[in-house]
């Protein structure tokens, strides 16, 4: 079945080739004319774009899509401005969890916060229910944890970085990201990356290039994101 012929007019189209380019007509998914208004064929749908810019698809070269996806469906703290909001916010998402899940957060920057004191990994246990609790930073160079998951990699304690706080960083931070990671199942692997190539074409990334490697992923979780090109996801 082929999708009816679209013209986008009105607009202002980003296009070396044609910089006066005013519309474009979309054919079977595919972009089959360009040019001003006044020459546009006839198509059996038009949009008035009313003066927006069009431009290219955009490329994503830095992505790390099973972390973005994991970010997209997990704890969004990026709101956050305090400690106590931060508890709050885990202790509110936590209670619609299993008791032995693995609660996954991120987007905390205690730099934006009037007083940047951070909750040690006492509170967030006691905020999570006793759960594994795995907090990146901003930056994703850091991470907040919970007595429980820094219970549960006892070999934490020798490695660069570490701290009682649970405020992690360096080697222990890598550590303590493979545990609670190591919780995430492939089906779950599978549906964050769709979650979050899903997203890019949302805001108009028709491609993005995949940052894998040592302590950020495996190659299972590389070659299962190329099998999902083949599930026509590139063109979501």
Not at 4 to 17: D, E, I, M, N
């Amino acid at each position: 079945m082929t999708n009816p012929s679209t013209l986008y007019r009105g607009g202002t189209l980003h296009c070396p080739a044609d910089p006066s380019a005013t519309a474009l007509l979309v054919t079977d998914g595919r972009i089959s004319w360009l040019g001003v208004d006044a020459d546009a064929p006839v198509a059996e749908r038009v949009v008035d774009l009313d003066g927006a810019l069009v431009t290219p698809a955009f490329v994503d070269a830095h992505v790390h899509a099973t972390d973005t996806g994991l970010a997209l469906s997990g704890l969004d703290l990026s709101a956050v401005r305090s400690a106590a909001e931060l508890l709050d916010a885990v202790a509110g998402f936590a209670a619609g969890l299993p008791s032995d899940a693995v609660v996954l957060g991120h987007g905390w920057d205690e730099s934006s916060w009037l007083v940047p004191r951070l909750p040690d990994a006492a509170m967030l246990d006691r905020a999570a229910g006793g759960r594994r609790l795995y907090l990146s930073q901003a930056s994703i160079h850091s991470a907040l944890v919970s007595a429980a998951l820094l219970a549960a990699c006892p070999q934490v304690v020798s490695a660069a970085g570490y701290d009682a706080s649970g405020w992690l960083r360096r080697d222990a931070h890598h550590v303590v990201r493979a545990a609670a990671f190591a919780s995430v199942t492939g089906a779950q692997r599978a549906a964050a990356q769709r979650a979050a190539l899903a997203h890019a074409a949302s805001l108009g990334i028709a491609a993005v290039h995949e940052c894998g490697g040592p302590e950020i992923s495996d190659e299972e979780d590389f070659t299962g994101l190329l099998a999902l090109s083949g599930d026509g996801v590139a063109e979501v």
